[in-house]
């Protein structure tokens, strides 16, 4: 498939999000013409909003990055607030995407869709073959709908719906709310706290042998644009980065960034979830893409990003 992003318009929900504004800085180097909306404008839940919005509109193309996300604490204490949000929005958008004769979406789903126990690097037909880890299976229930939903408009409609299954991701624009965010801005946020006020230890969740993939968004956006110019098919696809890590290890790479020098405190009343989760995202780099940003390089340029934003960053998080 052949589907050039230059003169098309392009919907990008959630583009106020870590993942949508990474997608509108990626696409501003296409000559695309870019669409965005606010909640104001158009609020994601509500059918007959988006309906409106994308008759009047008319885009070429929707891109799902809109979602309601969070990380271990924040899923399992708002089960029904994932559930409920994550399957009206994507619902929403891809019944109305085909209303409005919109023939290129792009769904984005997550590697907590995938059982817990799957065989590591999970590959794509793991999906379905046993239970969820169920600190995340509200929002993972909601995912898999979303990409049955794209598989089902491209086998009744022949729409050219497809779903990407990114890995963890962190870069700017992120939640650094410490109850609803994710390990990397939480650590960012806890480490640099204990440093400036010269703490001697800095507390991490579980025990720190959980593993995690992780991916700057920026690597995403940039995969997401090669798989809207030519990835048609029905099966998700994973876009990874290839290699994981100890939380532990996590920990001491944003210690060594943030330049702190104190001790690791593990809260072993906190949950590990799932031991490990990385993806097998051989199907991507075979079509020829790959990532480009080191974790520790990715992870300088957030906490630079977190230090020139940083009150705001805090404060959008309470
Ligand atoms: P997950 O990949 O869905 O489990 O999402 P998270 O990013 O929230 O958690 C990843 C791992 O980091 C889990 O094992 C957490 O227990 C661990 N972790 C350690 N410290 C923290 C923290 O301060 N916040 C979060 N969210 N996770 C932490």
Known sequence: MDYPLAGKRVFVSGHRGMVGSAIVRRLEREDCEILTAGRSEVDLI??????????????????????????????????ADFLYQNMMIEANLVHGAHLADVNRLM????????????????????????????????????????????????????????????????????????????????????????????????????????????????????????????????EHINVGYGSDTPIRELAETIMDVVGYEGEIAFDTSKPDGTPRKIMDSGKLHALGWTPRIDLKAGLAQVYEWYLANQPDADVAAQ
Not at 48 to 72: N, Q
Not at 124 to 151: F, H, M, V
């Open 46 to 79: 509500r059918q007959s909003e988006v309906e409106a919005y994308l008759a009047r509109t008319r885009p070429d193309c929707v891109i799902i990055a809109a979602a309601k996300v969070g990380g271990i604490m924040a899923n399992s204490s708002y089960p």
């Open 107 to 234: 769904f984005l789903g997550s590697s907590c869709i995938y059982p817990k126990f799957a065989e590591q690097p999970i590959v794509e037909e793991s999906l379905l073959t046993g239970p969820l880890e169920p600190t995340n299976e509200w929002y993972a229930i909601a995912k898999i709908a979303g990409i049955k939903l794209c598989q089902a408009y491209r086998k009744q409609f022949g729409r050219s719906y497809i779903s990407a299954m990114p890995t963890n991701l962190y870069g700017p624009n992120d939640n650094f709310d410490l109850t609803s965010s994710h390990v990397i801005p939480a650590l960012m946020r806890k480490v640099h706290a204990a440093k400036v006020s010269g703490a001697p230890s800095v507390e991490v969740w579980g025990t720190g042998t959980p593993l995690r993939e992780f991916m700057h968004v920026d690597d995403l956006a940039d995969a997401l644009a090669f798989l809207l110019a030519r990835y048609d098919e029905a």
